[in-house]
């Protein structure tokens, strides 16, 4: 195949693409910060422009910038955004036409998982919605006649020829091109879009100058996507304590992202960088708690020595942070005879390099992406991006390889509610709508079973605020589950780790309760004691009935006052004025959800009490500080109200 053709025009391409394929396109486009918007929206663009035309697109994670609303959420957000995004940033046009239900009916878009949230109750979305494994996508996708292929990419030049990097996404592009050619489907037109801030790395990512057909280079190319930093509560540095006991040294690591992950990622580094402090917290989690007992059994309290080697379908922050801290740092190899020799300790790692992580995509801070640039100039062996099908499964002729690799693997990942049995509602509600997607997480939960020592761990906050109420996330039971009880194994709240593998029903229902927020144990006991899964005479430990947010606050007051569970524990993206902000605009919201909320919101008003310090600057920074109109000095007054109340002891109003 002859060298792409080079491009440097976004609407001649979309219109070149147009005229080689016809009306009618099959668009297959990467997950996550692979996809080229620009392209995208030029080919978006024609579509609807052209009723004749159709546009069929297969993708996933669709990301966009937070929609502000009106008010304070605007004067927030607005500034924010356009500085941590750029004000050339390019949202995908037909995303935000499913949020705002007026995508055009000669455009469908297929997407096996769902920027979290963002598309509930959005008709077309949910509709046009595959629920799909991660590693089946490709295998399902090579029988929907794709006739293009669009992916952003970083390219080199080398004294061979130009070469591409498939850096944040050879998840599925290399599998599906693979299952084309099995399938007996003619090869897509593939187009690479050059974007020069992604980083380039080599080996499977890597591909030769003639894998493309077309190459765009536009002019300009507005920031990559870059995942704000957020902050961490006690109740997550709560699991993330009880999950880094679970961690065997010399073991593999998966780890998804969001507040849970970086809960889990400080703990860990806590654990290595100041133990004493590290136990200390456990112990007053829960004193010699099942979690003690289990990290004995199957993970460990001292610090690493052999250290971590990572398999994760997503690259993310806490990776590069466990890297720096020399916890990730056992090499393996794509070679059995190697990976064997390492194993009996006959190998110097030194000599034959090989790879301490492996990931199929990779999502996160503009610090990442320096960071993997970096990594890749000064040791290209340490990260291996590559296919899906290489990291979240086993099967086929690399499984003894992949086993030795992922030796004591604690697969990580979060869901949004268990129930007593066991089972893990990750995805969707019991009504069928799609929260976000299964990805891999069954993937992971069944080679965690596969594995002779790989265990998953399922993180999971025992609570959540719906309607200014606290709801229970540990349920009796519920109508929809991602991950159901036979593949039962371990759940980790704020209160503990539940052991559940090889357990009875009852014996499981204790263990779940065992982590529950002590306010519902007494209901959800008395529903399993009613449909006989509980005996009769159960009675509810005294010590259970300290799970209680204010006990959590308390045991871990002390780190806190160190300085050793900061609220943003890898640095924020966000101003110190904005961080001032932040639980001001939050109390806020949660007294505008209820009656009584809105009732206290009143009496701040009122009366808002003592000046604090930096107010000036926050109303500055709103644009409050000389408000003329009434709605404006209303607002200016509901922020002077948030910003001294939410800095009051827990439980005034």
């Known amino acids: 195949m002859p060298p792409a053709m080079r491009l440097d025009d976004t609407a001649a391409c979309a219109h070149l693409i147009a005229d080689r394929l016809g009306p009618h396109l099959c668009v297959a486009a990467p997950l996550g910060l692979g996809k080229p918007h620009g392209l995208l929206n030029a080919l978006y663009r024609l579509t609807v422009a052209d009723p004749a035309r159709s546009l069929r697109l297969y993708t996933a994670l669709s990301l966009t910038r937070p929609q502000p609303g009106a008010g304070l959420q605007r004067r927030f957000l607005g500034p924010f955004l356009e500085r941590h995004f750029g004000a050339d940033y390019e949202d995908l046009e037909y995303a935000l036409a499913e949020r705002h239900h007026a ?3 000669n455009v469908a878009v297929h997407e096996f998982y769902l920027q979290s949230g963002a598309l509930l109750h959005a008709p077309r979305a949910q509709r046009d919605y595959i629920s799909q494994n991660y590693t089946h996508v490709a295998r399902d996708l090579a029988l929907q006649d794709v006739n293009l292929l669009v992916q ?3 390219r080199r030049e080398t004294p061979a020829g130009t070469r591409y990097s498939l850096s944040c996404n050879p998840d599925l592009t290399l599998d599906f091109l693979a299952q084309c050619v099995r399938a007996g489907k003619p090869r897509p037109l593939c187009v690479a879009v050059v974007h020069p801030d992604l980083p380039y790395l080599s080996g499977h990512a890597e591909v030769p100058g003639d894998f493309f057909d077309l190459e765009l280079v536009p002019p300009q190319s507005p920031r990559l996507f870059a995942l ?4 961490v509560d006690v109740a997550e540095y709560a699991i993330g304590l009880h999950a880094s006991a679970l961690v065997r040294d010399g073991g593999c690591l998966q780890i998804g992202i969001g507040a849970l992950s970086d809960a889990l990622v400080r703990s860990l580094l806590l654990r290595q960088q100041d133990n004493t402090a590290w136990r200390d917290g456990l112990r007053a989690l829960g004193g010699e708690s099942p979690t003690l007992a289990l990290a004995r059994r199957i993970g460990g309290l001292e610090p690493f020595e052999t250290g971590l080697y990572g398999a994760s379908e997503m690259v993310m922050d806490g990776f590069m942070h466990l890297a720096r801290a020399g916890i990730l740092k056992r090499r393996s190899w794509d070679n059995l005879a190697l990976e064997k020799a390492s194993v009996a300790g006959r190998l110097n790692p030194a000599t034959p390099g090989g790879h301490y992580l492996r990931g199929a995509f990779f999502l996160g801070s503009r610090e990442l992406y320096e960071w993997l640039d970096a990594t890749e100039a000064a040791d290209p062996d340490a990260i291996d991006m590559c296919p899906v099908s290489n990291v979240n499964q086993l099967y086929g002729d690399h499984q003894p390889l992949a086993a030795l690799q992922r030796r004591g693997a604690r697969f990580f990942n979060t869901c949004m509610m268990a129930t007593l049995l066991g089972d893990a509602v ?8 799609v929260v976000s997607g299964v990805g891999g997480q069954y993937n992971f939960v069944a080679m965690a079973h596969e594995l002779d020592d790989g265990r998953s761990i399922l993180l999971l906050r025992s609570t959540r605020r719906e309607g200014g109420e606290v709801r229970t996330n540990i349920r009796f039971n519920y109508g929809h589950v991602t991950i159901p ?3 039962r194994d371990i759940v980790v709240t704020e209160y503990g780790a539940a052991d559940l593998r090889g357990k009875s029903d009852s014996e499981c229902i204790e263990a779940m309760l065992s982590i529950c927020d002590a306010r519902f144990l007494d209901a959800l006991a008395a529903e399993a004691k009613a449909n006989g899964k509980l005996a009769p005479g159960f009675r509810i430990p005294e010590a259970w009935r300290r799970h209680r947010p204010e006990c959590l606050a308390k045991a871990l007051a002390p780190l806190q006052r160190a300085g050793l569970l900061p609220a943003f524990p890898f640095g924020s993206d966000f101003s110190g004025v904005e961080q001032q902000l932040l639980p001001a605009l ?3 919201k949660e007294r505008s959800a209820t009656w009584r909320g809105r009732l206290a919101l009143a009496r701040a ?6 000046p604090v310090a930096g107010e000036g600057a926050a109303l500055e920074r709103m644009q409050l500080a000389s408000p003329g109109r009434i709605g404006d000095r ?4 509901l922020v002077l109200a948030a910003l001294r109340r939410s800095r009051q002891p827990t439980g005034v109003a």
């Open 485 to 487: 009880r036979h593949l």
């Open 605 to 610: 008003l009122a009366r808002p009490g003592a």
């Open 228 to 231: 704000p930093r957020t902050p």
């Open 152 to 154: 952003l990419v970083a």
């Open 426 to 433: 990750s995805d969707a509600l019991e009504d069928g709508q």
């Open 634 to 637: 209303l607002q200016r007054r």
């Open 103 to 105: 995508l055009p009916a």
């Open 586 to 588: 939050a109390w806020l």
